[in-house]
């Protein structure tokens, strides 16, 4: 069995480094994980299964560009998924 990593940041709309964002992990209308950003807004989930998700940020009061992002994992990890606060 493969463990794919799945990661990315979050930036606050100064483009910043978020922290304490909860990052929900979907496949279709189930959420299958959530995490937090850390202290330099950096997130990562830890995936056995290839398949297609949704990444999705949220914080009280805020919206982000893009609201959410579908990622297709096969046989490698992916990285990069970043997100930012909108104004």
């Known amino acids: 069995v493969k463990l794919f990593t799945l990661s990315g940041a979050v930036k ?5 480094p978020f922290p304490g964002v909860t990052l929900y992990l979907k496949q279709g209308e189930t959420t299958v994980a959530t995490t937090e950003t ?3 807004g950096k997130y990562g989930f ?3 299964n ?5 990444v999705e940020p949220s914080w009280t009061g805020s919206r ?5 992002a579908e990622v297709t ?3 490698k990890n992916r ?3 970043n997100f930012q606060e909108a104004p």
């Open 50 to 54: 290839a398949g297609t998700y949704a």
């Open 64 to 68: 982000f560009a893009p609201k959410s």
């Open 46 to 48: 830890s995936l056995y």
């Open 38 to 40: 850390g202290a330099r």
């Open 12 to 16: 606050d709309k100064t483009g910043k």
């Open 73 to 75: 994992l096969t046989n």
């Open 79 to 81: 990285s990069g998924i």
